[in-house]
């Protein structure tokens, strides 16, 4: 049964500092593994996709990476921004027959602080 | 495209009551998944079907609660009889095949409080 974790729970930072983000899955067997964001009483919005067989994306002043063989993946955001403040949910879909579902971390809480 | 669409975006109801959330999915995607959020447990995976099929229902938290899917535009997720502890959000999400891009899209949720 695939579980995903996501460390740390919360993260609170002054406005420019880099940060990372971390999450971790227990079977390697995936079509792909999504980042999202939610902000507070808000539905989730797609940061970035990537694909078993891609390493990272990229997409403005975020950078996703993924190593499938050890279960992880990284959410780097440069530059923090208070506008950046918002949960962060990392979601990997199953690759087994009749499994491909999309499981969810239980996400990272990121302040931003001005 | 205009993206998932979710009603009601809110209901309020009465312990007891049938309650019936909606969801409309992109046009051309294969997966439609019902996740509930709270923040206790946060996002579960209710239901997901496939090319109007539902294939794990395992997440479905008991017999009060039923899904269906009667064509590829169309889903409902019915609770029936409601109780306080169903009081979520519930989104309804959809994407193409896994074997294209497998990009998940969310609706905006409908906000559900059991009194």
């Known amino acids: 049964k695939q579980e995903v974790t996501q460390i740390p729970a919360a993260l609170s930072v002054p406005e420019g500092e880099n940060l990372v983000l971390n999450c971790s899955f227990t079977?390697?067997?995936?079509?792909?593994l999504q980042w999202f964001r939610q902000d507070p009483g808000k539905g989730l919005t797609s940061l970035l996709l990537?694909?078993?067989?891609?390493r990272e994306q990229t997409s403005g002043r975020l950078n996703a990476s993924l190593d499938k063989s050890s279960g992880r993946s990284t959410l780097y955001i440069a530059a923090s921004q208070p506008g950046d403040s918002a949960t962060y949910l990392c979601?990997?879909?199953?690759?087994?027959?009749?499994?491909?579902?999309?499981?969810f971390g239980p996400g990272t809480s990121l302040s931003v602080i001005p | 495209d205009a993206g998932v669409i979710q009603s009601p975006r809110h209901e309020v109801t009465e312990m007891g009551q049938e309650v019936t959330l909606r969801c409309k999915p992109i046009?051309?995607?294969?997966?439609l998944f019902w996740y509930r959020q709270t923040m206790m447990r946060g996002l579960e995976l209710l239901i997901y079907?496939?090319?109007?099929?539902?294939?794990?229902d395992s997440g479905m938290p008991e017999d009060r609660f039923s899904a269906k899917m009667p064509n590829a535009s169309f889903s409902t997720l019915k609770i029936q009889p409601s109780e306080p502890r169903d009081s979520a959000v519930y989104f309804c999400?959809?994407?193409?095949?896994?074997?294209?891009?497998?990009?998940?899209?969310f609706g905006e949720g409908s906000r559900l409080t059991v009194l």
């Open positions: 079907f496939n090319n109007n099929v539902p294939i794990d």
């Open positions: 046009s051309g995607h294969d997966y």
């Open positions: 990537i694909q078993s067989s891609q």
């Open positions: 079977d390697s067997a995936i079509y792909n």
């Open positions: 979601a990997v879909r199953g690759m087994k027959t009749s499994y491909d579902k999309v499981i």
């Open positions: 999400a959809s994407s193409p095949p896994p074997q294209t891009s497998g990009e998940l899209f």
